[in-house]
């Protein structure tokens, strides 16, 4: 592709300037033969006119001598650089001035008509062979008293009308020879601004398309190359992010299926081959059924997040009392909060409150925060539900007095798969998706989710909600 866009590029040139040689040979000729005809003839007829009009007409009222019309002719002749005749009305000579090569003496013009131009100002030809070459003739009437006298009759030699054109013709392929040069520039331009940076692209996008994305495109310019350029920089990150998140995000789920899996198996491999008596294995097989649980949700939490991913997550908004829905989830946490001597006090705006989202991804919003917050609280704790309103926003805080979260895991709590150190420590069940979820159903929502944590003083989430 690259050495056929580049010799299209050639050809291109090529045949740009064949064409412009083939219009102006083509064109330029004729079309300049035939407005010079027209301009020197329309010269030649309004100085005939001129001088049969005002001048000659006194030859015939006898004011003026054959002698003054010969010097008139001779002048006129010699500054239009053509043969003038003056003649009678059947052709008869009065007077002539001839140029150099000006066709031969003569006494009278055999078959004369005055008429024989037509509807045109001029004709061309030897003129009835009285000249040896063509010339352009106009004639124009001599009157006196409303009577035609006489004609007036300039031959000028086609030859000169042949010679400007040359001239022109020659300094017409001049230009365009300097244009074709310059286009030479133009196509110089095309190289290195559009060609050659494409061709850059071009090569990076097949590096992209055979999995190497560590290519970088090389091009800095600041218009649509730049910009694409820029993109699909841009682009080759982000697919390079997304591949590097893939790895992990299988090495994590691996691990997190792996380590139940291989305790499962090890309990079950331990009490057939007799190594645990049968009357341990009911501590045992609530192990197992424990590690089967965490399977069990980490299965449904990958299968939440994938929900957002393929971009399949359907909401289904309705109008419900915020307040009864977290009444209702944290008293789904009444034996954990029991056992671990743990209580939850809801502070709540008014009595009832009604928001409009969907009812059944919030209630998993709030239960995975409620978990979180159980989680991470010590014994006779007490975690804090409050709702507060402001303008068309209504604002849920989940607060605990737990371990806290330390500031650098601040940003990091809501990838896929994160737990921090402390959180390891304190509970290995979790799957470290839950504030992932949290925060794509927040998202989904269009509404947005914050955090403030002290370590050793405890965190608080708040997420907002549309009003009714």
């Not at 006898?62 to 053509?82: F, R, W």
């Not at 009759?153 to 010679?163: S, T």
């Not at 309990?267 to 399977?295: C, H």
Request: charged content about 20%; proline content about 3%; some cysteine.
């Amino acid at each position: 592709m690259r050495s056929t866009l580049n010799l299209k590029f050639v050809i291109l040139y090529i045949i740009f300037g064949f064409l412009s040689v083939f219009a102006v040979s083509a064109l330029s000729a004729p079309l300049l033969t035939k407005y010079l005809e027209k301009e020197t003839a329309g010269n030649l007829y309004q100085s005939a006119n001129f001088i049969s009009t005002d001048y000659l007409p006194k030859y015939f009222s006898e004011e003026i001598d054959i002698a003054d019309v010969y010097t008139q002719l001779k002048g006129m002749s010699s500054y239009l650089e053509a043969t003038i005749w003056f003649v009678e009305k059947d052709g008869t000579m009065i007077a002539s001035a001839r140029t150099a090569g000006g066709g031969s003496a003569l006494n009278s013009i055999s078959s004369f008509d005055p008429l024989e131009t037509g509807n045109k100002q001029y004709i061309i030809g030897t003129y009835h062979d009285y000249f040896k070459e063509d010339v352009i003739t106009v004639i124009t009437p001599v009157t006196r008293q409303f009577s035609t006298r006489g004609y007036l009759l300039i031959h000028k030699p086609y030859g000169h009308i042949v010679e400007i054109k040359e001239t022109f013709s020659h300094r017409i392929f001049i230009m365009l020879l300097v244009v074709y040069l310059l286009s030479f520039i133009i196509f110089i331009g095309i190289q290195f601004f559009i060609y050659r940076p494409l061709r850059k692209i071009t090569e990076a996008a097949t590096q992209y398309a055979s999995g190497n994305l560590d290519v970088v495109i090389p091009v800095n310019s600041q218009d649509e190359m730049g910009y694409l350029s820029a993109s699909l920089n841009y682009m080759s990150a982000q697919l390079k992010d997304m591949e590097e998140y893939q790895k992990i995000f299988v090495a994590n789920v691996s691990h997190d299926f792996r380590s139940p899996l291989t305790s499962i198996k090890g309990y079950v491999q331990a009490m057939t081959d007799g190594t645990i008596p049968p009357e341990l294995q009911d501590k045992y097989l609530n192990i197992i059924l424990s590690e089967t649980e965490r399977l069990t949700d980490l299965t449904q939490d990958l299968l939440t997040l994938n929900e957002f991913d393929t971009k399949h997550l359907l909401l289904n908004r309705t109008t419900f009392d915020i307040h009864e829905l977290i009444r209702n989830t944290a008293a789904s946490f009444e034996g954990t909060c029991t056992a671990k001597k743990i209580s939850i006090a809801l502070v709540f705006t008014s009595r009832t409150l009604t928001v409009y989202a969907d009812s059944r991804k919030i209630q998993q919003v709030l239960y995975n925060l409620l978990d979180n917050a159980i989680k991470f609280s010590d014994p006779d704790s007490v975690i804090t539900i409050e709702t507060t309103e402001r303008g068309d926003k209504v604002f849920v805080s989940v607060k605990d007095n737990g371990i806290g979260i330390p500031r650098k895991s601040l940003n990091k709590i809501w990838e896929r798969f994160y737990k921090t150190d402390l959180s390891r420590g304190k509970d290995k069940k979790g799957t470290g998706l839950g504030l992932s979820i949290v925060k794509e159903i927040i998202q989904a929502h269009d509404e947005n989710i914050n955090v403030i944590s002290t370590e050793g003083v405890g965190t608080e989430f708040v997420f907002s909600l549309s009003k009714k």
